[in-house]
């Protein structure tokens, strides 16, 4: 492309652009070898048995040494790893290890790689939607994004949810100690609902989603955890699952990718005991775009372009809320619903938890 000459050009600015897309475009290139060190076990064992060279990497990991030695170029470079040039060999720092390593860390980032790759390889249906203006519903992605979210939000759940959000709710824990039953809609693989069935043993817990694949997966983890009983999942969408009288009802990052939330919303206040409680767990944002142009908004406004505004847009009304909908916007939502009492109970850096009431 020629260069218009009469258009000043700041030589400055122009280089500072191009550092950050020289950045950016490794970011995007290395996710995919994060997805590769994520799921063969990689940076596990480098964490564990580390400093060590690629020989003994791919000694240990059961994999072809000349992919693994530019596996650990890639990750040098990117700073995920360090190299230590006299002895040839690499490790993984502390806080390192805490992001790609340790799945059980509140700060693992790994399982982005999933999301990341569900994202290109979906972006085909989606480019077909930007032009048509139909939705991707949630039953048309790739496998790899119902993973990739479990996993992802799985740490949030883990650290967050029953020591922080659910005391922040007004009367909740008391009531989930003495035994409650508890709605978690939009459940996908279940995730939210097993910590939550875990902590309160008393307490009685439905999963309902309307992508059969994610009760599926959902159904066979709680098995495998052999909470009994006292947790079913359900094949139903937001706004006709069964049942009544209940005292907590949960949304864990679902209520935008819905396409009616003041329906879903509505459904609840029937569900709903009178003093019950509507918890939403929503990705954190300001109410203003210019105050969502930060790291973590571009991460959210990215995840809702590829994910959640089509997800929302396949389903009646397609209301497309977004990811970065806002405490104001949803406190609207909540009162066109007819939940009126409404407050921001908690957030972290990622998360808005709001408590919605009759
Ligand atoms: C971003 S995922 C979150 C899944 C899960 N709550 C979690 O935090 O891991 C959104 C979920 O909402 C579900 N969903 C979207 N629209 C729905 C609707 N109208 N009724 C029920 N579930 C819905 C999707 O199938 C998907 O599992």
């Not at 500072?16 to 490794?26: E, L, T």
């Not at 040098?76 to 340790?102: C, H, I």
């Not at 991707?136 to 959000?165: D, I, M, P």
């Not at 009492?341 to 998360?351: E, H, Q, W």
């Amino acid at each position: 492309m020629a260069i218009d000459t009469d258009t000043a050009i700041d030589t400055d600015k122009l280089n500072a652009f191009m550092g950050k897309m020289v950045g950016d475009f490794g970011a995007a290139m290395s996710a995919s070898s994060m997805l590769v060190g994520d799921k063969l076990g990689l940076y596990k064992v480098l964490a564990e048995k580390g400093p060590m060279n690629s020989t003994a990497l791919a000694e240990a990991t059961g994999t072809a040494e000349r992919y693994i030695r530019e596996w650990l170029a890639t990750q040098a470079a990117s700073g995920y790893v360090d190299y230590d040039p006299d002895r040839k060999t690499f490790s993984m720092q502390p806080e390192q290890a805490l992001a790609l390593a340790n799945e059980e860390s509140p700060f693992f980032m790994a399982a982005i790689g999933n999301l990341v790759a569900a994202a290109f390889l979906d972006e085909p249906k989606i480019s077909d939607a930007f032009k048509s203006g139909k939705g991707v519903g949630w039953n048309r992605r790739s496998e790899c994004l119902f993973c990739g979210t479990a996993r992802f939000f799985r740490t949030s759940y883990k650290h967050h949810l029953v020591q922080e959000w659910l005391p922040a709710l007004d009367g909740v824990v008391e009531k989930l100690q003495r035994g409650a039953s508890v709605v978690d809609i939009g459940c996908g693989h279940g995730v939210s609902t097993r910590f939550l069935a875990e902590a309160f043993p008393k307490s009685r817990f439905f999963g309902f989603d309307y992508h059969e694949g994610s009760i599926d997966a959902a159904r066979l983890a709680a098995r495998e955890a052999a909470l009994g009983d006292r947790v079913t999942f359900d094949v139903h969408s937001a706004k006709t699952y069964p049942g009544s009288g209940y005292d907590l009802v949960c949304f864990f990052d679902c209520l935008h990718d819905m396409g009616d939330p003041v329906g879903a919303l509505k459904h609840v206040r029937e569900t709903l005991a009178s003093d019950g409680t509507c918890m939403l767990v929503e990705p954190f944002a300001n109410d203003r775009l210019e105050d969502n142009l930060n790291p973590v908004g571009r991460v959210f406004y990215a995840s809702s372009t590829m994910i959640c505004t089509p997800a929302s847009l396949d389903q009646e009304v397609g209301l497309a809320l977004g990811a970065q909908a806002g405490e104001a916007r949803l406190r609207e939502v909540a009162r066109q619903a007819g939940l009126s009492r409404f407050r921001r109970a908690a957030d972290t850096p990622f998360n808005l938890i709001l408590e919605a009431r009759i």
